[in-house]
């Protein structure tokens, strides 16, 4: 009995100590370039919809951290393992956190977004940003030349011109 008992711990053993190996074999062979952490993250982030560190600060007004997030989905975007789909929703969101954020180059997409629509509230709402840009912008005059733009956009949703 005791042979017979020590014969299965040994095996018991070495199988344990095998699966070991093999384990630390499949982990050390992990692939890491960029391609696989972009997928990663977008894969993490989107259908998992875990929420990250960055995100998490993100979302509390950093705007370091959003820019970040905003540059990681412009990789995703080319990236041919990702879906265009979910790369451009993504970019939305976080786009429009960014420029809430304080992000000049966010407010502008927003901008440039909100006004495309064909929705009367978002090109009002798209004046909010245009305004926000201006006051932000090292050279305000630039953004003066969309004001005919705006005005000819809100005179067809039957809304206020700009002065």
């Given at each position: 009995m005791k042979i017979l008992f020590g014969r299965l711990a040994l095996i018991a053993f070495g199988a344990l100590t095998g699966w070991t190996i093999a384990f630390l074999l499949i982990v050390q062979q992990a692939p890491n370039n960029k391609t696989t952490a972009e997928h990663s993250y977008l894969k993490k982030n989107i259908i998992h919809n875990n929420i990250s560190i960055d995100e998490q600060m993100a979302l509390r007004g950093d705007m370091a951290r959003s820019t970040k997030i905003v540059e990681r989905l412009i990789l995703c975007q080319r990236s041919s393992r990702n879906?265009?789909?979910?790369c451009i929703?993504?970019?939305d969101y976080w786009s429009?956190?960014?420029?809430?954020?304080?992000s000049a180059a966010g407010a502008s997409a927003l901008y440039q977004?909100?006004?495309?629509?064909?929705?009367?509230?978002?090109?009002?709402?798209?004046?909010?940003?245009?305004?926000n840009i201006i006051k932000t912008s090292s050279q305000p005059n630039i953004w003066n030349g969309e004001?005919?733009?705006?005005?000819n956009l809100l005179k067809k949703c039957g809304s206020i011109p700009l002065d």
């Open positions: 879906s265009a789909e979910d929703r993504e970019m429009h956190i960014d420029g809430e954020n304080g977004s909100l006004l495309g629509s064909n929705d009367c509230r978002d090109i009002n709402r798209s004046i909010f940003w245009w305004k004001i005919d733009k705006i005005n």
